[in-house]
């Protein structure tokens, strides 16, 4: 996944609202969210069939976990799959012992990236490289891309998080769909299509795109949970939110049963 988007507790009546994009090879096999039962636990998340493991995910708890690749000239296929840790990051039973998980990574097991964790209570970020790095967001809003997250902000990331300020000052009720704007927007920046928020090359491009709002527990009514399969601009947006109901319960339901 190459932009995350996300609000903790600055949107009324939320405590976490997420816009994502994941950009990918378009060749590379991967399955859309479902309820997935893991050794720790049920969650709702998506799946890499490649390499195992996740870019994000939420589980019973409340907890939401996503990843992004932070770009290397020369990435070690054999290291640890850095979905993986985001699967880890949802064994935990909070956002602050996800943090702590993620405070205690060993050095040189994966390939660089971002991390962000967030329940209805604490958010945190970091950047794993030459060392783990927590980062907290300038103003409060988070504009995760492929750079370090301490890193200074790209054009890209700039021109968004000034976009999804814009959107989180308006109506509440306007926050998903403007979010859903900026993930369809096709702009191009310093590198020509690669730095559009929506991806278009013949190889390479934004496979899928997620709106997620969390509200005081996974069964909330008032959540949500979007997903498109494919490139957002080409792709609706379908309503996955009955995941989160299931996964309160901690088990699909079977209908008749």
């Not at 600055?10 to 816009?19: E, R």
């Not at 859903?180 to 496979?207: F, I, K, N, S, W």
Request: contains cysteine; glycine residues 10%; aromatic residues 6%.
């Amino acid at each position: 996944m190459c932009t995350l988007v996300a609000f903790h507790r600055s949107i009324p009546g939320s405590t976490l609202v997420v816009a994502a994009n994941r950009d990918e090879f378009l060749d590379r096999p991967a399955e859309g969210p479902t309820l997935r039962a893991t050794p720790s636990g049920w969650l709702v998340a998506p799946w890499d069939a490649v390499g195992g493991g996740t870019w994000l995910g939420v589980n019973r708890a409340g907890v939401f976990a996503a990843l992004t690749n932070v770009a290397c000239p020369t990435p070690d296929p054999a290291l640890r799959s850095r979905g993986l840790v985001v699967l880890d990051a949802l064994a935990a039973s909070s956002a602050r012992e996800a943090a702590e998980k993620v405070e205690g990574l060993a050095m040189g097991a994966y390939n660089p990236f971002n991390l962000f964790v967030a329940d209805a209570e604490h958010a945190a970020g970091f950047t794993y490289g030459d060392s783990v790095r927590p980062v907290d967001p300038p103003g409060g809003i988070w504009v995760v891309g492929n750079a370090p997250l301490d890193a200074p902000e790209s054009l890209k990331l700039r021109r968004l998080h000034e976009r999804v300020a814009r959107v989180a000052s308006g109506p509440a009720e306007d926050v998903l769909p403007g979010l859903a704007a900026a993930c369809r927007d096709h702009q191009p920046g310093e590198r020509g299509p690669l730095d559009a928020l929506c991806v278009h090359t013949p190889l390479y491009g934004t496979r899928s795109s997620v709106l997620l709002r969390l509200d005081a527990g996974v069964e909330n009514p008032r959540n949500v949970f979007r997903y498109a399969e494919g490139a957002p601009c080409e792709s609706e947006y379908e309503d996955f939110t009955p995941l989160l109901r299931d996964l309160g319960r901690g088990r699909p339901v079977v209908p008749g049963a």
